[in-house]
């Protein structure tokens, strides 16, 4: 595991896939857990695997305070924070400017990658980009997540939440957080009321939610980009999903009938998402090869 310094005098963990350096020519794909997640979540762990059996290199990335190490400041991770993966990227781009850098994202790591994009535009470092399960409409997700049996997976997230929050309650304390009002809450619009929204400076959670949502940006991104997405997640409404107005020409959908919430299941122990994404991160360099051998 590699400490990765932010500019703030913060720091990222992140794991190497592969015991060799990416060479200049060869794609870097760059993987972003979703919340309460860390390099370690089985689809991270699946899509990295996969990716180095066809010799590609990753580095998988712990967003501030996962993985089971507290970091050093107050603020945290959220959806619509881009800062930290853009230090990195810019790292990376410099360390291995021959390299084709690519990026995939689940849940929230796949809304921030989209803001991401949306943000940049054509300043972003990346070629080419996955999101899988992004939570495009904030103010939806979180209405539908308290809804029916949605709620089981909304109080083990909120549990996630006030566990990476136990491992750094001084320095919330000393920020001015109200722990009672933290460790209290029972909805994840408490917990951004009293933690996320001041923390990262927005007025309340309502507002980090606008801020942050990745449906409206979709229209500005210019890296080819897929979004994966399953008609049966939980965490989702089928009015999230975009008419091709609302998108620009380098975004294209792709929606299954079932995979629940960064699921998809393809029997025999083996996940749609460990070649799915790989495929699409690897397109143009097994079409380049393709053309190459004929």
């Known amino acids: ?36 997640g860390s390099s370690d979540s089985p689809y991270v762990r699946g899509i990295a695997a996969e990716l180095w059996s066809r010799g590609v290199v990753s580095v998988a990335v712990n967003f501030r305070g996962c993985g089971g190490v507290p970091n050093e400041r107050a603020r945290g991770y959220h959806s619509g924070e881009t800062g930290d993966m853009e230090a990195l990227m810019s790292a990376l781009r410099e360390r291995f400017p021959g390299c084709s850098l690519r990026a995939a994202g689940a849940s929230l790591g796949g809304n921030a990658l989209l803001c991401h994009l949306g943000r940049r535009g054509t300043d972003s470092p990346l070629d080419r980009a996955v999101a899988v399960c ?26 996630c939440l006030k566990r990476d929050a136990r491992l750094k309650e001084p320095l919330l304390r000393e920020a001015g957080v109200d722990l009672d009002a933290l460790f ?38 210019t890296v080819p980009t897929t979004v994966l997405f399953a008609a049966d997640d939980p965490f989702m409404v089928p009015s999230m999903i975009p008419d091709e107005s609302a998108l620009s020409a380098a975004v294209r959908f792709e929606v299954s009938a079932s995979g629940g919430h960064v699921g998809f ?13 790989p495929d699409v991160l690897l397109a143009d360099a097994a079409a380049t090869a393709a053309s190459s051998a004929s």
């Open 265 to 277: 299941a393809a029997g025999g122990g083996r996940y749609w998402l460990d070649s799915r994404v």
């Open 184 to 221: 209290g809450a029972r909805s994840f619009r408490d917990f951004d009321n009293v933690v996320t929204a001041p923390l990262h400076g927005f007025a309340d959670a309502d507002a980090y939610y606008t801020a942050s949502s990745s449906g409206p940006l979709l229209k500005h991104i």
């Open 134 to 159: 992004p939570p495009l409409d904030l103010h939806a997700c979180i209405r539908r997540m308290s809804a029916g049996l949605s709620r089981g997976y909304h109080r083990y997230l909120l549990r």
């Open 1 to 36: 595991m590699e400490r990765f310094p932010l500019p703030d005098g913060d720091f990222l963990r992140i794991r190497w896939n592969g015991d060799r350096d990416p060479q200049d020519g060869e794609p870097l794909v760059v993987l972003l857990h979703g919340l309460g």
